[in-house]
């Protein structure tokens, strides 16, 4: 599906963006591997060649602006050309669920942080690379945005607020874009069980996912890739400025359907 495209992906060294490289270089795209980890991105383009495809691996820091316009220019510069950009990257450090806690307890420094590598890092992503796909006839963004972009949740406000500002950067350069043949898209993934979310993430919390998600199975890095290389290839010409929830149908439902299947179920105990 993605034969003689170029992908540059950006946190691509481990969980959904390591899948999203896999995936492109398995549907035949060259895919230029970026992390801020670089023994990351280089393990994933090893695993890239081993499949039979073709890649190469990039130190970038998506927060820096010569990173990002550097990581750019060395792909078009190996590759001839840019057709796809994955912006994938978010702060995810092991402090987050204890600074992102609430609003009236927030440090600037890591809510600049925070938008500084979500929002700011995308940014430069399309910045860049705009320029590049627009000189090759056009080309196919996806942001990796996430639910909590899309509506209330008593607890990270600002991963919560920079992926609802993902979300608004996509239609943006929609707009801008589309008729010169540049797509921008985004997919927002509830809970994915990437390696780190599998190691930290507390079993009651993924039992609360798999309760308001409404398919059997909680979602594998595998299963947000398929839709980002849905998205960037020619399948999806039509497509853009879409958010696209990829949670098992979590967001289409009331809020309180969850809470009254277990009503329905406790009744029919008793
Ligand atoms: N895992 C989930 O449940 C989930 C849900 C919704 C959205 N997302 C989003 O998906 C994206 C990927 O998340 P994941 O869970 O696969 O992450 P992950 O923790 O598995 O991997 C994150 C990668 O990002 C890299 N990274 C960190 N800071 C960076 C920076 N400044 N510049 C470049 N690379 C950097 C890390 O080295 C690491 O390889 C993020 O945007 C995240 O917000 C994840």
Redesign the pocket.
Known sequence: MLSGKVALL??A?????RAVGLLMGGQGARVVV????LA?AEKVATEIEANGGEAIALA????AEADVAGAVQAAVMRFGRLDILHN?????GADLMEKDADIVSMEAEFWDRTMA??LR?SMFGCKYAIPKMLGGGGGAIIN?A???GLAGFLSMPAYGVS?AAVAMLTRNVAARYGREGIRCNAVA????L????ERFLPEEVKRLHHDVALVPTLCS?AGIASVVGFLASDAAVFINGHILSVDGGAMSQLAINGPFRRYLEQAART
């Open positions: 950006t946190a060294g481990s969980g959904i963006g970026t992390d801020i980890d990351a970038c820091n998506v927060a994938n990257a978010a702060y995810q590598i979500n890092g990796t996430s639910v909590n992926k993934p509830s809970l994915v990437t390696p780190a979310a890095p």
